[in-house]
């Protein structure tokens, strides 16, 4: 019996050993393949003024970094602050209410006065609508006694399609022979990212990086559990405010970029957490962001060479990201 | 010192925790007994801020728990709950290591680490530490979590039916530590208990509780007896002894409850079966 | 939840007067704004143009104006009472053809029978968008009946899930061949296009609606489980699956003639079995009065919220039948806490 413990003992650690240098080894691999699919995506074939088409691309590269980052890191906040790995903002939501307040703004001042506005003006009262509805999804999710998750996930992805449906009605208002128009001057894609807007999100993601930073190794305690990070000494109720607030940001940056992208926050951010074989706050958001990040150039690279852009990328991540989830499911709920 | 004044919880139209006032001076092992739905474990919650009051107000070391700095109370005092499922996968020695978090915030020094490797051993993890939490059987996980708990090196710990789940020897054994950390390491140990024996052979002091008001306290010799039992229990409970304590035979009677007082009265043992929630 | 998923609680017990009052009241307000709806339209018709048989006028009732109605009352009957045996069969409250991937499948068929088999009739096509419905409800099914217990929220989320890999599939193929327009025709339901001639096959729809009552006893019984079923002599498995491909048949032709329509097959049989209890019986025809009704007004919503266009009714039910459905949703959360 006891020797029997002792070996077991020695197993766990001999498995536990390589754990400790492996989440560094995996942000080191996945830097070093972000650089080459950045490289790659840059320069493939080349043609014609060498200025402008580094600059166009270089746009796109900006666009799809940040939109890796932002939805990867709001998935893992949310994961954390929830105590589970399937809800993501996405699924909650979120990404179809910013559309929702993009279009009521529209309706609100008029498509072409709400176009014509300064572009960091616009994002900023968009970001300042979505950080009051955190508010209220911090209610919804944390003011309850008892809160069952799966409940909460179908009740998110009822109420995004609630909103999809609502947009395209405000759409449909605004103007019934515009409809397509203002569906691609309201959604945005990765080949026509505009400039000043890639300057705004930037700055707003390194502001939230910022101040979300010396949360993190808090963020590890609330991921073991509400009470025990009390225990522990986190104020519990302020750190969840403040995610859910960096989360409606990182939201706001990703859904003004490219529009919603549904499961690839589900994905990447679970995919990090299997590479990187820990939940620490320290590797996951990086690793999951740089996955994010080589998921969409490398995907985008691919589907321009391969299917000359017919595709759309979130149609891809779309069918991937379902699958995947229904195994997650299966695995939760299945026998 | 805890020092609880007029602490009040309510759930909707439910009172749950009831006007309680309760000081309890530092050391010793004090046992929280009463039937299920008293309020106990809500009690417990309270003074470890995990829940916030109605009414009333706790200190602890003269500390207001509702608003004093979480960080500063983390250094004070500890709780653990009944349940204690971790999402993340944790191995012992990481899950003991938060226990250090109220002193280091994540970065451990030299003398957290001495700390991990005492609690570690206090609870003989030893042999475990490596292994994930989630592949130890319940007296093992319940040991780490004591010893997460421990390392916090608080002057008070709270626990919630730490013996909850657990068989004989598991119980008997956790129970044993508890009572060391009030012995040897001078503890102020505040432990909700289902089974009276338990408090009976290792408590100081027994805080019966029912209905959300205190309706007992004090000796393990005052509390255990037949009269005092069935007035907190609505059960006749013979109660003998052994090595000088009071042992409750609740075990050897049928359903056999005091007639007229509880209408829609459970049998008894099915009472003492059931968790607490 | 636990106590959800044994369906419904205690109801009102039976009473007939009460049941036929019920369905009364229904049919006539249908009726009623049936009859209103006829009027409704850009070109301004009345009672009277019709009374001194305006050719062009009387032209544009009987080509548009009718097939439209008869449309409306077909496809939301007949949606509303597939909702209702999807949901006793399965046994769970929130299973409808929008969530367990049976209105994607069909729509995933109609792209695949317009890229392959372009030349075929509609009739071909939509038997190939039957397979498809067929094919995805039995997929759903099959996935469900893997879960350790079916967890009221887990099944349908499921299907939502599986519906959104399979419309993925769907609009992947429509981008490479160009369909991207017809597939949102599909999804979206819209009764602007309905001329005479092009909704006839939803006679069929109504044929099968009216077996779906012949056979209500059975899906009851089926729906209190196998065990309670096989000990009343009833074959449990020829009924689940015959009720679960009867539902897929309607639902495949439904998308082919007007397109999905969601939440419909949702909320309508929740609100009338919350009212009426389980019995199918008694309860499927209300449900089949309900949704006519419900579909109706939206349709009538979509046809004036912006006059003189007309907004797809797939959108308005949309909004509307999403906002009862999480209201439903909320609801079985504080009752089962």
Same mark, same amino acid.
């Given at each position: ?335 | ?277 | ?252 032709? %439904? *998308?082919? /003639? @007007? =397109? $999905?329509?969601? &939440? #419909?097959? !949702? ?48 959108? %308005? *039910?949309? /909004? @509307? =039948? $999403?906002?009862? &459905? #999480?209201? !439903? ?9």
């Amino acid at each position: 019996m006891l020797v029997d413990r002792r070996r077991l003992a020695q197993v766990a650690n001999v498995r536990g050993m390589p754990e400790f240098g492996r989440p560094a080894l995996v942000l080191l691999l996945l830097g070093i393949l972000l650089a080459m699919v950045t490289a790659l995506f840059m320069t493939y074939d080349l043609k014609g003024s060498l200025a402008f088409a580094l600059e166009l691309r270089g746009r796109k590269v900006g666009g799809m970094l940040l939109v890796g980052f932002a939805v990867a890191y709001s998935s893992v906040l949310l994961h954390t602050i929830t105590n589970n790995r399937i809800l993501t903002p996405s699924l909650m939501g979120f990404d179809a209410l910013f559309v929702l307040i993009q279009t009521s703004a529209a309706f609100l001042f008029g498509t072409l006065a709400f176009l014509s506005l300064d572009v960091r003006l616009r994002f900023g009262i968009e970001v300042g609508i979505m950080l009051a509805f955190a508010a209220i999804l911090y209610r919804l999710l944390f003011g309850g006694e008892n809160r069952d998750l799966f409940l909460l996930v179908l009740a998110g992805i009822i109420t995004g399609t609630v909103f999809t449906s609502l947009t395209a009605l405000i759409m449909r208002v605004l103007d019934p022979n515009e409809f397509l128009t203002l569906q691609d001057l309201l959604f945005a894609n990765f080949s026509t990212v505009n400039r000043d807007l890639l300057l705004v999100s930037a700055a707003a993601v390194v502001v939230i990086f910022v101040v979300t930073r010396p949360l993190l190794p808090q963020l590890d305690a609330v991921a073991i559990g509400r009470e025990h990070a009390i225990n522990l000494g986190v104020n519990h109720r302020v750190l969840v405010r403040q995610c859910l607030a960096a989360i409606a940001v990182l939201v706001s940056v990703s859904t003004a970029l490219v529009g919603p992208v549904a499961f690839l926050g589900l994905l990447v951010s679970n995919m990090a957490y299997q590479l990187t074989g820990t939940f620490r706050h320290r590797y996951t958001p990086a690793a999951a962001g740089m996955i994010g990040a080589i998921a969409l150039i490398g995907g985008q690279f691919l589907l321009q060479e391969l299917f000359a852009s017919v595709v759309r990328l979130s149609v891809i991540i779309s069918f991937i990201g379902g699958i995947y989830f229904i195994l997650l499911l299966l695995k939760e709920a299945g026998r | 010192m805890i020092e609880l004044s007029g602490v009040t919880k309510r759930y909707g139209p439910n009172t749950v925790v009831n006007s309680v006032s309760l000081t309890i001076p530092g050391g010793g092992v004090n046992a929280l007994v009463g039937p299920n739905g008293a309020g106990k474990s809500t009690l417990l919650s309270m003074i470890g801020r995990l829940l916030p009051l109605d009414e009333g107000e706790i200190r602890v070391d003269g500390l207001d728990v509702s608003r004093t700095a979480g960080n500063v109370l983390a250094k004070k005092l500890s709780i653990l709950r009944q349940e204690n499922q971790v999402a993340v996968r944790l191995t012992v020695k990481e899950l003991v290591e938060f226990g250090r978090f109220p002193h280091s915030q994540g970065r451990l020094t030299a003398e957290d680490s001495r700390h991990v490797e005492e609690a570690i051993e206090f609870l003989e993890l030893t042999e475990l530490s490596g292994r994930p939490i989630n592949r130890l059987s319940g007296g093992q996980r319940q040991r780490a979590f004591i010893a997460m708990v421990l390392c916090q090196d608080t002057d008070y710990v709270l626990l919630d039916e730490p013996l909850n789940n657990l068989d004989m020897r598991h119980a008997s054994q956790t129970m044993g530590v508890i009572r060391r950390l009030a012995t040897e390491l001078n503890k102020t140990i505040v432990i909700v208990l289902h089974d009276v024996n338990f408090a009976s052979y290792h408590a100081d002091r027994v805080v019966a509780m029912k209905d959300g008001a205190i309706v007992a306290d004090g000796a393990p010799g005052e509390i255990i007896t037949g009269p005092s039992l069935t007035e907190i229990y609505d059960l006749e409970v013979p109660v003998h002894s052994y090595a000088d304590r009071p042992v409750a035979a609740y075990f050897a009677i049928g359903s056999r409850p005091v007639p007229n007082r509880n209408a829609n009265h459970r049998p008894p043992t099915k009472a003492v079966l059931a968790t607490d929630h | 939840m636990q106590a959800m998923s044994t369906r419904r609680g205690p109801r009102p017990a039976p009473g007939r007067i009460r049941d036929t009052a019920l369905l009364g009241l229904a049919l006539v307000s249908l009726t009623v704004v049936s009859a209103w709806s006829l009027f409704i339209g850009v070109s301004d018709i009345n009672v009277s143009d019709l009374l001194q048989a305006d050719s062009s006028k009387m032209l544009l009732f009987v080509e548009s104006r009718v097939p439209r109605l008869a449309a409306i009352l077909l496809s939301g009957s007949a949606m509303g009472v597939v909702g209702l045996i999807m949901q006793s069969l399965v046994r769970n409250r929130f299973v409808a053809p929008t969530t367990a991937g049976t209105v994607d499948a069909a729509s995933l068929g109609l792209v695949v029978a317009t890229i392959w088999f372009a030349g075929v009739s509609v009739f071909l096509k939509m038997t190939i968008a039957v397979i498809f419905a067929l094919a995805g409800t039995a997929l759903f099914m099959t996935l469900v009946q893997r879960l350790r217990y079916a967890d009221i929220i887990v099944v349908p989320l499921i299907g939502i899930m599986l519906g959104g890999v399979i419309q993925a599939a769907a609009t992947f193929l429509a981008l490479r061949y160009d369909l991207l327009q017809s597939l949102s025709a599909w999804t979206n339901g819209d009764f602007s296009g309905i001329l005479r001639g092009r909704y006839e096959l939803l006679y069929l729809v109504g044929a099968m609606t009216v077996a779906a009552y012949l056979f209500a006893n059975r899906f009851t019984l089926a729906g209190m489980g196998r065990d309670v079923a096989v000990n009343l002599g009833v074959n449990y498995h020829r009924v689940l699956y015959g009720g679960m491909a009867l539902a897929a048949s309607v639902s495949a032709v %439904v *998308v082919v /003639v @007007v =397109g $999905g329509i969601p &939440f #419909l097959g !949702l909320v309508v049989p929740n609100l009338v079995t919350m009212a009426m209890g389980d019995n199918l019986r008694r309860v499927l025809p209300v449900t089949a009065v309900s949704g006519a009704f419900f579909v109706l007004v939206c349709d009538i919503v979509s046809r004036t919220i912006r006059f003189p266009y007309e907004i797809p009714v797939g959108t %308005v *039910v949309g /909004v @509307v =039948g $999403g906002a009862i &459905f #999480l209201a !439903l949703l909320l609801r079985s959360r504080f009752n089962a806490g």
